[in-house]
């Protein structure tokens, strides 16, 4: 019983969250890891496959406005392999959080990793 006490509340397989955002954010972090990892990687750290998306977000970008990055999710890149997601049926408050949550990684305000929700009060 003394040494469960003494056990740490996280092991290295479950570890805690590095950074709480906001419930947008966090909604953001998972529609990403849902839809857009696979391609554009882990942590928004971009793959042989596609673009390291902190560096297209940054001010000297390729998407670097919101609106550029809406665009590009809601038509596609038929031509470099990247599906049109808003004729398959992504709602605009999903882009947006997708968006949130990669600004927040471009930005250096959200660190790689599963966040927290910041609780609201």
Not at 19 to 28: I, L
Not at 36 to 57: F, N, Y
Not at 97 to 110: M, N
Request: charged share 25%; aromatic share 6%; with cysteine.
């Amino acid at each position: 019983m003394a040494a469960q006490a003494n056990a740490p509340l996280r092991d290295e397989y479950h570890r805690a969250p590095l950074d709480t955002v906001s419930q947008q954010v966090y909604d953001g972090w998972k529609q990403y890891n849902l839809n857009c990892a696979r391609c554009h990687g882990e942590d928004v750290q971009g793959t042989t496959i596609a673009p390291h998306l902190v560096t297209s977000l940054q001010p000297n970008g390729p998407i670097n406005t919101k609106q550029l990055f809406v665009k590009t999710v809601c038509d596609g890149r038929p031509e470099r392999g990247m599906p049109a997601w808003c004729p398959l049926g992504m709602e605009m408050e999903k882009i947006e959080a997708i968006h949130a949550y990669v600004k927040g990684r471009s930005d250096g305000k959200v660190r790689p990793g599963r966040p927290a929700v910041r609780p609201e009060g």
